[in-house]
């Protein structure tokens, strides 16, 4: 029961484009903070693809991009590539009445088929 | 370059406390913050707090206060994620990372460390 709401699993062949949601609320992604995707390889620490909703960090490929409107942000790979195989995740900012705090959606596992 | 190196895995009995370290190396530890992001086996991310590096405030998750603590040696650089009344629910990969601040974006992470809380 993440604040932020993400497919459990995409697929989809080389070569192809996967497109990867996460949608949230008026309290976090809506109310105008940022989002920032993550990769984690099996058995590995995750590692920054997209921060800002559409910034890439130096060494992460064009092939990845990143979007936001409303109270969703979307995260695109083209030119699916068998290394791409891995869980992903955003993560934002939420405040409300309850409190502040760092959110993560609960995670995408994409295959390579 | 950059690197946060944690400490080795833990075992503990329920009820126990764990203090997890944190050393960070190749740049200016007091300009960024660390976050402590906790994954339990086959499960997602979750977020458990942030402490600045330069003047040592915190905000903790809601639902770890009162349990969590985080700290910071700025003599040795290193940053520590103490974590009391251990439960089996607790039993998770925990890293720290570095960002600029509550919400920023994390752009280095340790390697992890797994607690298992078990009797």
């Known amino acids: 029961q993440s604040v932020l709401t993400q497919p459990p699993s995409v697929s989809g062949a080389p070569g192809q484009r996967v497109t990867i949601s996460c949608t949230g609320s008026s309290s976090n992604i809506g109310a105008g903070y940022d989002v920032h995707w993550y990769q984690q390889l099996p058995g590995t620490a995750p590692k920054l693809l997209i921060y800002g909703n559409s910034n890439r960090p130096s060494g992460v490929p064009d092939r990845f991009s990143g979007s936001k409107s409303g109270t969703s942000a979307s995260l695109a790979i083209t030119g699916l590539q068998a290394e791409d195989e891995a869980d992903y995740y955003c993560?934002?900012?939420?405040?409300?009445?309850?409190?502040?705090?760092?959110?993560f959606g609960g995670g995408t596992k994409l295959t390579v088929l | 370059q950059v690197q946060l190196v944690q400490s080795g895995a833990e075992v503990k009995k329920p009820g126990a406390s764990v203090k997890v370290s944190c050393k960070a190396s190749g740049y200016t530890f007091t300009s960024y913050g660390i976050s402590w992001v906790r994954q339990a086996p086959g499960q997602g991310l979750e977020w458990m707090g942030w402490?600045?590096?330069?003047?040592?405030?915190?905000n903790y998750a809601q639902k770890l206060q009162g349990r969590v603590t985080m700290t910071t040696d700025t003599s040795t650089s290193t940053a520590y994620m103490e974590l009391r009344s251990l439960r089996s629910d607790d039993t998770a990969v925990y890293y720290c990372a570095r960002d600029l601040g509550v919400g920023e974006y994390i752009d280095y992470w340790g390697q992890g460390t797994l607690v298992t809380v078990s009797s």
């Open positions: 402490i600045s590096a330069y003047n040592g405030n915190t």
């Open positions: 993560q934002s900012y939420d405040s409300s009445l309850s409190g502040s705090r760092v959110v």
